[in-house]
Structure formats: C-alpha cells, structure tokens
C-alpha cells in the first residue's frame, strides 16, 4: 500500500458505509452467485488487522482502516480505507472502497470484485468466475431511486409540520405567544434550559430502567414525551420565525392567532433547514421555551409579558 494513498474516514462511517453496501449492492449479488457454505461468522475491524487462516469460514469479512489478510473461505470480504490480501482463498464477493485489494494466483474468486476509488492486482493464475468493476454506477443507480423517495418523505414531513402549526396556532395561541416572548426576552436562559432539556432526561431515563416499574415509563418517556416536546419546540421555533417575519412585512397589524406565522415560519425554517444545524438550533431554543413555559406554569407565575398580550390581543383589520 502507497503511503499516503488512502484517506482515512470515521469508524462510525465507515460500518455505516459497509452495511450500506452489504444491504443495497451485495444481497442481490450473493443470491445469483454460486453458492458458498454458510457459518453465521463475521469478523470485523476498525483501525486493525483481520487474518482468515486456512481452513476457517466467514460470511462476512469488514475491516476499515486496517488489512484484511484471507488465506481461507469468506463469503464477502468489504475493505474501506485499507488493503485486501488473498492468498489461496476462496471468496465470493470482494468490494473494496479507497484501498487497493491483492488476489494471488491460488485464489478463487467466485463472484465480482467491485472497486470505488481502488486499485485491484489479479494475477493470472487466479479464478475468476466474475469481473473487476467499478462501484460508482451502481451507487449512482441507487442515488436515482432513493433521491425521489427521500423528497417526497421531506416533503410529506414539511406538510405535516405545518399542519401541526396550524393545529398549535389554533388550539393554544396564548401558550405559544407566551413561549415566543421568552425567547426574545430571555433567550440565553432558554437556549441554557434547551440543552439541559436534552442531556438530564438521558440520566433520568437511565435511572428509570434499572426498575421493573420504571422501565415502562422510560420507553414512554423517550419514545413519546420526549420527541413530542421536541416537535412542538420545533413548531414554536417556526412560528416564531414567522411572527418575525409577518410582523416587517405588515407592521402595526396584530392577529389574534398566528396561523399566517406558522404556514410563513415553517416553511421558511423547512427551506433553511436543510442547512447544517439550522434546524437543531431552532428547535434547542423553541424546545427550552416550551420547558421553560411548562416549569413557570406548574410553578403558578406569571409566563406572559406585555408584549405577548399586546400580540394577543385581536384586531379588528386582521384576518
């Protein structure tokens, strides 16, 4: 392997990467090549070494970063960011991803030996019942199918959520009028309260889960509670955002229900959003308003302001 040839990337990506592979390009590929005994056994390594002797079986052989050094039976062997050595193995898929693979002239491969960014040397001795091809188009394929369907599941996500707006600017305007006033009036205490809404309840649902009754209420807590709280801090960021943008586009004019904010905001924080981290700040601080607003509220004070009841308030040439 040529020093500085590979490019190292993150484990978590990289198995990321490998699953990928093995789910999308290798299941169909596995199942119209000739058939390979089968253990169960899969070895993987991240930042490391993987040696199959002779004589031993895997179905699957995952090394990132490392050397995957096959001298016996595998039924796949993927390799990211490292080196795939063959000697006398039999194989039935070989995918390589920026790294360079080896296949000595007493191995057999059975299947393809599929490459992206990769440098493949087959001695001519070797069997090889498939080819050396390259991975990008097959990637590229799957990119055509998956983008429309990714889309359209945006697309129905934004509809939802300016549903929900409208539901929350309907059924609960003061709440939200209230949660957006302690966002412009404290919003480093609601930004703090945001983040410790994120990280306490993990101890908390940890602590629950060491109790038989406990148990149940954590699943409930963190598969429902949880993300609902987030959701509506979403909404109230997004509604927010659009108040803010409906209030300079008609100054002076006040509506008793934000409902032409939160079509308005949504929208715009679903457009933005698809810029790294726009969406999770949005939400940190709609999400400590609505923490904030429910712990005041439980604690009987005041959660209004001036400003919020003077939004509140309906006028007579507003729709």
Request: hydrophobic share 55%.
């Amino acid at each position: 392997m040529r020093p500085g040839r590979l490019h190292a990337i993150h484990r978590p990506m990289a198995m990321l990467m490998g699953l990928f592979i093995a789910m999308f390009l290798l299941v169909p590929l596995v199942v119209a090549a000739e058939e390979a005994p089968h253990s169960g056994r899969i070895l993987v390594s991240t930042q490391g070494d993987i040696t199959l002797p002779v004589g031993e079986q895997a179905d699957l052989v995952l090394v990132t970063n490392g050397t995957a050094h096959i001298a016996g039976d595998a039924n796949t062997v993927v390799v990211i960011d490292g080196v795939a050595e063959l000697t006398g193995a039999t194989v039935e898929t070989v995918v390589v991803i920026r790294g360079d693979a080896s296949i000595d002239g007493s191995s057999s491969v059975m299947g393809d030996v599929m490459t992206l960014d990769a440098t493949v040397s087959v001695d001519p001795g070797a069997a090889m019942s498939g080819q050396v091809r390259d991975l990008a188009p097959d990637i590229a394929g799957i990119g055509f199918v998956l983008g429309p369907a990714i889309v359209l599941l945006y697309l129905g996500f934004a509809l939802a959520a300016i549903a929900a707006g409208l539901l929350l600017a309907g059924l609960a305007a003061r709440q939200v009028r209230s949660a957006e006033a302690l966002i412009r009036r404290e919003p480093l205490l609601t930004a703090g309260v945001g983040l410790l809404g994120v990280f306490v309840p993990i101890v908390f649902l940890v602590l629950l889960t060491v109790t038989v009754i406990g148990a149940p209420l954590a699943f409930g807590i963190a598969f429902g509670l949880w993300p609902l709280a987030a959701f509506i801090g979403y909404l109230v960021a997004g509604i927010a955002i659009g108040d803010w943008i409906v209030g300079r586009l008609s100054p002076g004019v006040t509506r008793e229900r934000p409902y032409l904010a939160a079509v308005v905001g949504l929208v715009a924080l679903e457009i933005v959003g698809i810029l790294p981290l726009v969406s999770a700040v949005a939400t940190l601080f709609g999400y400590g308003a609505v923490l904030l607003l429910a712990w005041r509220t439980l604690q009987g004070g005041r959660v209004g302001s001036s400003t919020a009841l003077r939004l509140e308030a309906p006028a007579a040439t507003a729709g």
